[in-house]
């Protein structure tokens, strides 16, 4: 049975107070039946460790350098993450790959380097709405996904996926279970044939979950929790989301 997984992914939004009344406001409600987690931004991780040590809520990052350590301005490492007690970093988020030009093979690099610090990699793979369209989502998350499994080997059992649709993200469309759980059950068949431990890998599922359908995506059999932006700003939708994951 594999457990739930609720990941906060903040983006650039917050402040110090409100990251405070928020994380207060989160862990106030718990405990959860699921495992949950908030990616911040970098320079409120020492303040995010600070708030959430000795709690069950996780942190992490939303970005990490393919590069190990040096002249790389403006890029944090892995290793610096793991430093500030980082269970997590998001990569290949479709934000990066659109506006950052990440490629498939930079993503699974960075994968790497975070495996290699003992972060778990959230890897982000998604369709546009043109690529639905031209009947291409499958092909798409696949060759996005062979990159990682071809790169990190054996290792693939160690990272999480989100599959998330670039057409659902921050736009209020969501996909519907269904159209959620077919993509979902595809990726697990291509990790199947990557490790023996397919069945244990979380794949999660990002793109409008709000408090209203947390619940109906979170009972598909293949869709083991979310990866929430706009809601994950708001306590009482977080709060929510993280109670709709048992
Ligand atoms: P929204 O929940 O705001 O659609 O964002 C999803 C996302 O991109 C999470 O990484």
Not at 231 to 245: H, Q, T
């Amino acid at each position: 049975m594999r457990r739930k997984l609720v990941v906060g992914n903040w983006k650039m939004n917050g402040n110090r107070l409100t990251n405070t009344e928020l994380l207060a406001g989160v862990e106030e409600a718990g405990p959860y039946t699921a495992d949950v987690a908030v990616c911040a931004p970098f320079p409120y991780l020492s303040e995010v460790a600070l708030s959430l040590q000795a709690k069950r809520i996780g942190w992490g990052a939303q970005d990490c350098s393919a590069h190990e350590s040096g002249a790389y301005t403006g890029e944090v490492s892995a290793e610096m993450l793991a430093e500030f007690g980082c269970r997590f970093v998001i990569v290949g988020h479709s934000e990066r790959r659109a506006y950052h030009a990440e490629s498939d093979q930079l993503v699974a690099d960075k994968a790497k380097i975070a495996l290699k610090h003992n972060l778990t990699p959230i890897v982000c793979v998604g369709e546009t709405l043109a690529e639905r369209e031209a009947n291409q989502t499958d092909a798409i998350v696949k060759r996005q996904m062979s990159a990682v499994i071809h790169t990190l080997g054996h290792c693939i059992s160690q990272i999480v996926v989100a599959y998330e649709p670039v057409w659902a993200i921050g736009t209020g469309l969501t996909a519907t279970p269904e159209q959620a759980q077919a993509v979902h059950a595809l990726l697990r068949v291509q990790l199947h044939a990557a490790t023996p431990k397919s069945d244990q890998m979380q794949i999660l599922y990002g793109g409008s979950v709000k408090p209203d359908n947390a619940a109906a995506l979170f009972s598909q059999p293949d869709i083991d929790g979310g990866l929430i932006g706009g809601a994950s700003l708001k306590a009482a939708d977080f709060v929510a989301i993280c109670r709709a994951a048992r």
